[in-house]
C-alpha cells in the first residue's frame, strides 16, 4: 500500500536527473552518505521508505529528499517503480543509501545512457579506492556459488578497461541508471523479486528488449556495500535470497545450465560481453 506522494518543490531549474533510493531503517547510512545532496546540480531525490522504524524519513526530508513513506514493506523492486512513477526528470537513476552521489560522475552515466541508449552503471569503489566487481557476467547458479565461496571468477566479476563503456550481463542494483524511454522499454523493475536477484533479472530483460547493459569506468561512485546476508547468519535474509533464487532459475532455467552451454544459448549476449580477442583489440 502506497502513501500519497508529496509534490516536487519548486525550483529555479527543473531537474536533469531523477535519484530513486529505497531505505529500510537507513537513518545512519543516509546521514553518511547523503550528507551533501544539497550540493548537487539540479538533480532532484525520492526517497521510497519502505515502512521503517527509525527516523529515516525525517532524515531524508532533513537533507532535501522527497520523501514517499509507504506504509507497508513491499520490497525493493516495488519501492524503486514506486520511485521512478513520482520522477520528474528524464533520466533515472537508482542509488541505495550507501553510495554517495556526485554531479559529474552522473552527467558521465546520463550521456552514456542517452549515446548508447542503454541501462548503465558507474564503477563503485570501496572506500579505499579499489575497485568493487559490479558489473556481471551470466548469473548461472553455479557463478554465484562459485562467486560467494571464491569470488574469483574473471567471466563472472566484470570490469572496465579504460575510458570504454564495457558491456556486462547485469549490473549490480545499487547504482544503475537509465533513460525513462529504456526503462519503459523493459518495464521497470519486477516486484516478483522482493528483494536478492532483482538486479540479475532487470539485466536479463533490458537485454530480452535490445537494451544493452553498460558499465561506465569514468564514472566512480563510492559504495559501503553492507550486504543483509554478509557478516554472519540471519535466517530471514537467507530466507529472502532463497525464495528469490528459487524464482529466478524457475524463469531462467537455461542458467542452471554449464557456462559454455549459457554463452551458446545467449549468443547475443556473450558475442556483446565477451568478444572475440581479436574483435576487442580492434576497437
Known sequence: MTADIPPRAASSAA???????????????????????????????????NAST????????????????????????YANNVGYRAASADFIGFLNPDVRPDTRALQTLAKAAQDHRAIVGPQLLNADGSLQPNGRGF??????????LRGDDQRYQLFGEGDEARPVVWLMGAAVLGHRREIDRIGGWDPYFFLYYEDSDLGMRSWSADVPVLLIPTAQLLHGWAR??????????????????TKFYARYPSLLLSAPAVERMHSTITEAVFPPLETRNAG
Open 54 to 77: 527509525d527516523d529515516t524519513a525525517d532524515v531524508a526530508r532533513a537533507l532535501g529528499a522527497r520523501v514517499i513513506a509507504l506504509k507497508d514493506n513491499n520490497g525493493f523492486s
Open 228 to 245: 543483509e546476508t554478509a557478516g554472519g547468519f540471519r535466517l530471514m535474509p537467507w530466507r529472502r535470497e532463497i525464495a528469490s533464487m
Open 139 to 148: 548469473p548461472t547458479l553455479a557463478a554465484k556459488v562459485r562467486n560467494r
Open 15 to 49: 531537474p536533469w536527473c531523477s535519484l530513486v533510493t529505497v531505505t529500510y531503517n537507513s537513518a545512519r547510512v543516509l546521514e553518511r552518505f547523503w550528507a551533501a545532496y544539497a550540493e548537487l546540480e539540479a538533480i532532484e531525490w525520492i526517497v521510497v521508505d
